[in-house]
């Protein structure tokens, strides 16, 4: 039987499983632990820093690709419930050097594609301003399968 997933996330933990006796194990697998730390951490991305990153994109640079101007109002608004997430973010961070511990994951892998386009605008300030969101993030950013794919993703 073929699956056809849509999903990214989905299809990256399915990609995770069926190759991590190969490469890094992005799932915490070595323990139940673990792996259920690295799930919470996928599902404050997916839910969490997701909905407002996805609606600050549209913004800055969605509508201005449509000829729409962006929505100072719901810019702002969408950056503040970032700024909650990234200082809940900050506070792991200060406990461990990923999210889902003292390893890369999904958790942290999932994080890349809008940051990748994000922190190249001058609202990236919100990232580089919290030490330990900044560090974590010039840590995953510095990967060379990140480098390799941050340098095809052109807007």
Not at 99 to 121: C, E, Q
């Amino acid at each position: 039987m073929n699956c056809v997933e849509p999903e990214s996330r989905a299809i990256s933990k399915y990609l995770a499983r069926k190759y991590k006796d190969t490469g890094i194990d992005l799932l915490g697998s070595t323990s139940l632990t673990e792996c259920t730390i690295v799930d919470t951490w996928m599902e404050v991305e997916s839910h969490q820093f997701n909905v407002p990153m996805q609606q600050i994109m549209r913004q800055m640079v969605a509508n201005p690709m449509y000829g729409i101007a962006s929505d100072e109002k719901i810019m702002e608004t969408q950056l503040e419930k970032l700024e909650k997430v990234l200082d809940v973010y900050e506070e792991r961070l200060s406990k461990s050097k990923y999210l889902a511990g003292d390893f890369y994951s999904l958790a942290d892998l999932h994080h890349i594609p809008y940051l990748v386009y994000f922190m190249r605008f001058p609202r990236s300030s919100v990232i580089t301003s919290r030490p330990h969101v900044s560090a974590w993030w010039k840590d995953i950013s510095s990967r060379p399968a990140t480098v390799k794919v941050a340098e095809a993703m052109t807007l």
